[in-house]
């Protein structure tokens, strides 16, 4: 049995040489091939070579071998344009007042931004951008950072601004930024610090209170000081 194995495999062995050997002798054949037909290429090329070369010598022309398209000319470097000088910032207008009715009484003054005005009325109200002495419109179109002093008492103080009031308050004082002045009669309220004599009320700040007594309650976010 092992006998016919062994010539089984010898068989085989003689197959795969017997076809390895004509796979070999097929690429000569083809190589053979293409070097020929390489070879009859460029002698074709050779003899076309000549003959435009003999052709040249007897016309006096040059051999054209390929049509060359013309280089264009570069385009001139477009020269860049002056800079435009910056237009000046224009200062701000004053704030714009508004012309007040008529009014009997005591005149007193407000300051805004270091405009001073001459109102009627002793309760102020800045809403916004406007400012308000007793219902009356006195100042608009308040931007950026708003100064706002009074000069003599109040009655009552409602401002989304720091407010310095040289004088009393003898009512309510409320400003959602810093607040200034002397003794108050009623609540003082502020979001920032507040600074003032005796509050009758109480006292609220986000931030801290700088007073010399409070007759209410007293809340600050930070401190509570007195002066």
Known sequence: ??????KLNKSFDDAVDGFVAK??????????????????????????????REQAVLTGKPIITAVQKPVKAKEPVKAKEPVKAKEPVKAKEPV??????KRRGTKNRISINGQSFDVFGRNVQVSGNTVYVDGVEVACELEGIVKIEWEGDLASLNSDYRVDVKGDVHGDAKSKMGMKCGNVTGNADCKMSLHCGNIEGNATSSMSIHCKTVKGDAKAGMSIRGI
């Open 1 to 6: 049995m092992f006998t016919w194995i062994k």
């Open 23 to 52: 796979a070999k002798e097929a690429k000569k054949e083809k190589r053979k091939r293409d070097s020929a037909w390489l070879t009859d290429e460029l002698e074709k090329i050779r003899t076309e070579t000549d003959r435009l």
């Open 96 to 101: 714009k007042a508004k012309a007040s009715r």
